[in-house]
């Protein structure tokens, strides 16, 4: 009862608070694949302090906050609109859309840039999107992001970032055309990607359009989800081998590089203290791909599971002179993002459809010092199965995921085994568990200590009635659209058939 009557109580206050509403702009950045322990600011040992470390050390820094999914594509479908990746079909066997996927994430869900909208802003992206490209051929853009929203699309991925751009000799000495291409609003500008100017250019068209929202008086909000940490592992040569932790570090430097360049940018145009920065991961790193994958701090398991080095994420919401530097401990989802911006907006959220995000807005302004968190449960699943909970300081397992052995991952990073391929479901056997397993993961983050199950039957069984009110708003579930029956090779993108190089 507690979890519902919550939800329904959030909604006169947003409304109340929408006249009121501050109306920052703000402004967006997405990591890939960057885990809980890769920035400096979050512990990393070697890695350099940077433009995000700043972020977090001026802002509000996130100590538990969660994606909904290991995957790129859920997970982004989830913060962009606020709901569980099985409510908007961006789920299924196939983990995340693939270049021949001829669906995307579907236009009837509403999207933070469409949300924003409705409040007044002026809405732009560059970067990363891996929500959809085409549906009929090769070319006809209807899941790109300018028909998600967006007013400004400059330059992006369409896809991801691939091990089959890369330019280094690790994997192929060329990258392949086949899955590397750059867009400009709907059209293929580029392809291969030349990955050493990238970064540059996606800063450039971000820095356009805050200059261009400003000039026309716009309040804007602008998505930046960058192509780093994601494999491979590319440079401009002023990052190139200049990280003391290697490669990745490398990558992490250019993308800070860029925050800094955008963050100068507010400055310089004036608008930093009436600008609220958002900066997360997607989810954890991929650590099968060796010194290209990311670290988890303390925790265990990385991209593609559900421990908590899988789905705990950097999170730092910065907004100079409002928000007083602080780090939280508050468990939250990024999918609390969506009716936090709608708050903060004065926009409002959807009514015919169930919003898994809770407006964290009462966390970023505390009346108290210890802030409550918004949610009593969250929820993780694995496509439409439900792999675990937290509840509390708790974490309660409900299936066993086999992660690799160590050993494995050693012959691995040796190069003498192939790469363990998750996505052929080589690591992902699930197990249900006869009885679940409960670990107190702020006591214990690498879940290694099972607690006494029986020691803790009432808070199970208050749990499992919060499961079932939860389980009562998954009506209306689509079909799962990351399915192998959803591919086409007519839809892999080509900017001069059969060519495919511009
Ligand atoms: C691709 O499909 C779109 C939408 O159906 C159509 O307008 C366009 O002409 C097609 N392009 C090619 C090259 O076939
Ligand atoms: C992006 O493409 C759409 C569809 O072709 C067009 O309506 C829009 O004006 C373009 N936007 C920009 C910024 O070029
Ligand atoms: C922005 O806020 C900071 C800190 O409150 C203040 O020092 C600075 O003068 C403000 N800048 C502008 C342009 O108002």
Redesign the pocket.
Known sequence: MYAVEQFLLVLPWVTLHSEAALQPNIVFFVADDLGFGDLASYGHPTQEWGAIDDLASKGIRFTQAYAASSFCTPSRASFLTGRLPHRTGMYGPMFVLYASSSVGLPHSEVTMAELLKTAGYRTGMVGKWHLGMNAHNHSDGSNLPHNHGFDFVGTFLPYTLNWLCDHWQRHIPHAHRGASYLYQNDTISEQPIQLDTLTERLVQDAQTFIHTSIDDDERFFLYFPFPQTHTPMFNNAHFKGKSKRGVYGDQVNEMAWGVEQILDTLKET?V??NTLVVFISDQGPHLEVCQEGGSTGPMKGGKGFFFEGSIRVPMIAYW??TLPPRRDSTVVSLMDLFPTFASLSGAHLPTDRHIDGLDITPLLFPETAAPQSPRDLLTFYHESILLAVRYGSFKIHFYDLALPSDELLVANCRGTYPIINWMEGETVSRVKLPLPKIYNVEEDPREMYQLPIEDYTEMLGIVDTLIAEHEETLTDIPEPLLSKEFLSKLVIPCCNYPYCVC
């Open positions: 004036g930093d203290n100079p002179g």
